[in-house]
């Protein structure tokens, strides 16, 4: 036992005692009052306590727990009434050795108690209803307390769940955005682009992003939009003449925070699935960002015999980052129709 359950034992036990000296207290005003032989009443009140606390204790720490809280109603009727017939025996027999054992104290002329034996029964079944509701009261208190204290370490848990899931996600996107990036740059290489030192510089500052700032809650949505643009530089070092890409912004609100890396994965899988048709690798982006709404759409020719409209990695951790991070607070659409991929995102602030 630790010093903490030791005090709370000993304040239990005061407690408790300051309980029964009050009952006690109570059997001698209630027996006596009017009567002249306090000696006689303070006797037989004794008599009295055993039977009290023993039935009192019997309902707190027996029935109640196990029957009445446990549901067990049927169960618990049953013994109350077994307990009851026992206990008034009991009490009988304690008022019996009350009035033998103290006629000694007895005053001549002069009624040594002021209460018939109905009242006295009374009385004590009265002491042991209190005794009940206060025990009532207190399992109530003490349930809620645990009801909440396991409500708290279940939000506790199931943030760290999320968090850790979130951390899981961030890895898996951290290495498929960089793996995709890399072949970007690989082609370039090939290319032997003349733009090699601008494309390394983009690449630095894409690393930087996703492999520290992606680490942070939120981050700036015009790095966000930096970031993307970057990402779209070294795709039009990569595609030459034949990406035609068309970037719509409407920025009514800069100082607006967001989930790292949570438009980057949209437009890496515009290019990562898309198609050339008519020699032409087109893809059309759209953001509008008020102080309330952040409203994005981007398409790109697909073709949907080959390509699976819900998308790999990318789209699907998008996806569940997004439940997370802005539950009920957005709407993702994705559309496969006439070969044109179309994917509608919409964020409440």
């Not at 890895?171 to 955005?177: A, V």
């Not at 630095?204 to 790095?223: A, G, H, R, T, W």
């Not at 595609?239 to 068309?246: A, E, G, P, R």
């Not at 659409?333 to 919409?346: A, P, Q, V, Y």
Request: overall charge neutral.
């Amino acid at each position: 036992m630790n010093t903490k359950q030791f005090i709370n034992s000993v304040i239990l036990i005061v407690l408790h005692t300051f309980f029964w000296v009050g009952v006690y207290f109570f059997y001698t005003y209630f027996l006596g009052y009017g009567s002249k032989n306090t000696a006689y009443v303070n006797n037989f009140a004794l008599y009295l306590m055993p039977v009290t606390i023993i039935m009192s204790y019997f309902f707190l720490y027996v029935l109640i727990p196990k029957y009445l809280i446990a549901k067990k109603h049927g169960l618990f009727v049953l013994y109350t009434v077994y307990t009851f017939i026992v206990s008034f025996c009991l009490i009988m027999l304690s008022i019996l050795y009350g009035i033998v054992f103290s006629t000694d104290l007895t005053i001549n002329d002069s009624k040594p108690l002021t209460k018939t034996i109905l009242f006295i029964i009374l009385g004590i079944y009265m002491v042991v209803l209190v005794v009940i509701a206060i025990g009532l009261v207190l399992s109530s208190y003490k349930s809620t307390l645990k009801n909440e204290d396991l409500k708290t370490k279940f939000l506790e848990t199931k943030l760290q769940l999320k968090e850790q899931e979130l951390r899981f996600l961030k890895m898996q996107i951290q290495p498929h955005f960089l793996f995709n990036t890399l072949n970007t740059i690989y082609g370039l290489a090939i290319q032997k682009h003349e733009n090699a030192p601008e494309m390394i510089l983009k690449l630095s500052n894409l690393l930087d992003y996703i492999l520290y700032q992606v680490d942070k809650p939120k981050v700036f949505l015009m790095d966000e939009i930096a970031h993307l643009e970057d990402y779209i530089s070294l795709e039009k070092m990569r595609f030459h003449d034949t990406l035609k890409i068309n970037f719509i912004k409407n920025i009514q609100a800069e100082n607006v925070d967001v989930s790292p890396m949570l438009l980057i994965p949209f437009v890496e899988n515009a290019f990562k699935h898309g198609v050339i048709v008519n020699n032409f690798f087109t893809i059309n982006i759209d953001l509008k960002v008020t102080e309330t709404k952040l409203y994005f759409t981007i398409e790109n020719n697909y073709n949907k015999e080959k390509e699976n409209i819900q998308g790999g990695i990318g789209l699907e951790n998008s996806r569940k980052r997004l439940e997370m991070l802005y539950p009920e607070k957005h709407s993702l659409e994705i559309i496969g129709k006439d070969n044109i991929f179309k994917i509608i995102l919409e964020i409440n602030f």
